[in-house]
């Protein structure tokens, strides 16, 4: 009966011992964790990616497909004038003064 006692009592000390190493050690529970978070992290970036891709995706082909897209670019991005345009340039007061 002794010898079961001391048994149960190794047994113990062996289960406390698991545990603690798979609580508190660099590769146990805190580490499945901060895993899990940087997973979730790393989905959300990538649908938030996915998104914008697509959305580039769209213009691409817009501005394959139509010359109206190409020139609306042209024109914020680069300030193209059309051949039949005229281009006004409208200065205030307070500019003109100094």
Excluded: C
Aim: charged share 25%; aromatic share 6%.
């Amino acid at each position: 009966m002794v010898n079961l006692r001391w048994m149960l009592v190794v047994l113990g000390i062996a289960a406390v011992a698991l545990q603690a190493a798979l609580w508190f050690s660099d590769d146990g529970y805190r580490k499945t964790l901060k895993l899990r978070t940087a997973v979730a992290d790393q989905r959300t970036l990538n649908m938030d990616l996915r998104v914008r891709n697509a959305s580039l995706d769209a213009e691409v082909i817009n501005l394959k497909q139509g010359i109206e897209a190409a020139e609306e670019r042209a024109r914020t991005d680069l300030g193209l004038i059309g051949a039949s345009e005229t281009f006004f340039q409208v200065v205030s007061a307070a500019d003109s003064a100094d």
